[in-house]
């Protein structure tokens, strides 16, 4: 393999960039035949000069998430973010991009990128629909609500994957597909999260009337939180930017942040004069000096 200038055979620590972050897994695996879509490992693995897709806004923005950390490496998942509010998913080039701004190898990158779902490693739809399977959306109804949109999205001899996208990713209208672990909001199960903003209380039919509402180009007031954006919006967000102007920074964050279910419990212990055994001042104890 031919090295390019700035960059090494294999990663290394600190800024030397590596032409492909597979390498070190050695010379006898072949990374493209075991990866899920060959057809995109082969994509990931192109090169192609930075330059060419994040200007110099994006550059600015990660010198800002870096002067907000003591160390920069800690820039490390926002900046990601970052990268996904551009790309719609964190390809090769946004590994190098975010190893290059925080001082690491495309390999200490890569091992984040890869382990964490919420970085899309092929490109996303213009919205992200995850369903909840955990084990009480399940029960009430979270696997079904999947099923039927994989076959909505899909067809009945070909159902939308997870991970999958109907349409063109990144086009007007694309929808990504997934199901997902438990998103935290029990007491209002089934719920579906649409580029992370709550719709709470799902049924099979209202499921494919919100994404058909996406695919039209609508967008659906959330059950709770802000109103809705679409992916690289919401990804943009994730990484720490948002209007200057108040009023608009307002608009695009505020929204109810509560649900009837959820205050329930506090509801029936305030009718009922129950509190909470008052909480005794003890000291706490000495941390040992380093």
Request: aromatic content about 6%.
């Amino acid at each position: 393999m031919s090295t390019q200038p700035g960059t090494t055979p294999t990663p290394e620590p600190g800024t030397s960039l590596a032409e492909q972050t597979h390498i070190a897994a050695g010379g006898d695996v072949d990374v493209i035949a075991i990866a899920p879509d060959p057809a995109e490992a082969e994509g990931i693995l192109e090169n192609a000069k930075l330059e060419d897709i994040f200007d110099a806004d994006t550059y600015a923005k990660a010198q800002n998430l870096i002067s907000r950390y003591p160390q920069s490496r800690s820039a490390l998942l926002p900046m990601l973010h970052l990268v996904q509010s551009v790309q719609g998913y964190v390809s090769q080039e946004g590994i190098a991009f975010c190893a290059q701004n925080l001082d690491l190898s495309d390999a200490e990158v890569s091992a984040v990128a890869t382990f964490y779902t919420m970085y899309k490693r092929r490109p996303c739809g213009e919205h992200l629909v995850s369903v909840c399977t955990n084990t009480l959306c399940a029960a009430m109804g979270g696997d079904a609500i999947y099923k039927k949109l994989q076959t909505h999205l899909g067809s009945e001899e070909k159902p939308l994957g997870h991970n999958e996208t109907a349409g063109t990713p990144n086009e007007p209208g694309s929808i990504t597909l997934e199901h997902a672990e438990c998103l935290a909001a029990c007491d209002l199960a089934p719920v579906i999260q649409v580029n992370y903003e709550y719709f709470d209380n799902q049924t099979e039919d209202k499921a494919v009337a919100l994404v058909d509402a996406l695919q039209a180009g609508k967008k659906p007031a959330p059950t709770r939180g802000a109103p809705l954006t679409d992916f690289k919006g919401a990804e943009l967000q994730l990484a720490g930017f948002f209007p200057e102007d108040a009023q608009q920074y307002r608009t695009d964050i505020d929204g109810p942040s509560q649900a009837v279910e959820t205050l329930r419990g506090a509801q029936v212990a305030q009718d009922r004069g129950w509190t909470a055994p008052a909480m005794k001042d003890v000291p706490l104890p000495e941390v040992e000096k380093k």
